[in-house]
């Protein structure tokens, strides 16, 4: 994952790893998530309209996390039209 979100270890990347708390089945669990660094949003904000789309690799990524895990399937909509690719 950090590969895919642009987290390095130095800070310079896009996203950083970050630890947070989520409940699952009624019991506190750490997970990882990704945050977003101030060097990768100026990157972000430079970029032209087109260049900040989410590609369809990465779209693919979320539709089998969301399998793999079985989200809801709100959460597939969501995938779809924010996508315009997913079925």
Same mark, same amino acid.
């Given at each position: ?5 642009? #987290? ?7 996203? !950083? ?24 949003? #100026?990157? &972000? *904000?430079?970029?032209?309209? !087109? !260049? ?9 990524? *979320? ?5 793999? &895990?079985? &989200?809801? !399937? ?6 779809? *039209?924010?996508?315009?690719? *997913?079925?």
């Amino acid at each position: 994952m950090d590969t895919i979100e642009g #987290a390095r270890y130095d800070g310079s990347g896009n996203y !950083e790893r970050a630890v947070i708390t989520v409940r699952l089945n009624g019991a506190d669990v750490d997970a990882i998530s990704y945050v977003g660094t101030v060097a990768g949003r #100026a990157r &972000f *904000l430079g970029k032209g309209t !087109e !260049e900040r789309r989410v590609s369809a690799e990465y779209f693919q990524y *979320l539709k089998k996390g969301a399998q793999r &895990f079985s &989200f809801p !399937e709100s959460y597939h909509t969501y995938l779809r *039209l924010k996508a315009g690719i *997913l079925s």
